[in-house]
């Protein structure tokens, strides 16, 4: 495996460990069933590429994204502070889509910077975007 490679499947996990971890902070501020139960489908789709992204790595004895203790803790301090007065529908989608167009444009760069990735951490890495995508179509709904 090349760096490039490796560098592509490490921001799969970065980018998907991030999304799970702000929707389970935020999962229990939803008071729209609807949102509630799209979030978490979207939770699973985030595992599984984010699984995808570990079982590649581990198969090529690559070094994996570990994430720290102080940028999650950030992450989570934010989403709470933004929550604090507003947990209405709209609020959290907005943050949502926020966090979905963040995560595709820290893709689309680390993409860029490793232009000779292989076809399967590209592959892999587009899903995920085309699944980013998507997911601020659906939120949209919910401003």
Do not use: C
């Not at 079982?55 to 690559?62: F, Q």
């Not at 966090?99 to 689309?108: D, V």
């Amino acid at each position: 495996m090349t760096s490039n490679e490796a560098a592509v499947y490490r921001e799969i996990q970065r980018n998907t460990d991030m999304a799970r971890k702000a929707i389970d902070t935020l999962a229990d501020k939803v008071s729209d069933d609807a949102l509630s139960m799209q979030i978490s489908r979207q939770s699973l789709k985030y595992s599984e590429l984010h699984n995808e992204a570990s079982r590649e790595l581990l198969k090529a004895k690559a070094e994996t994204y570990r994430s720290s203790a102080l940028s999650e803790a950030l992450m989570r301090t934010g989403i709470h502070y933004n929550t604090m007065l507003n947990t209405s529908t709209g609020h959290i989608a907005e943050m949502l889509i926020k966090n979905s167009t963040n995560g595709i444009l820290e893709m689309e760069k680390v993409l860029k910077h490793n232009e000779n990735a292989g076809p399967r951490p590209v592959s892999l890495a587009k899903q995920l975007i085309e699944f980013e995508e998507k997911n601020v179509e659906r939120w949209k709904q919910y401003l």
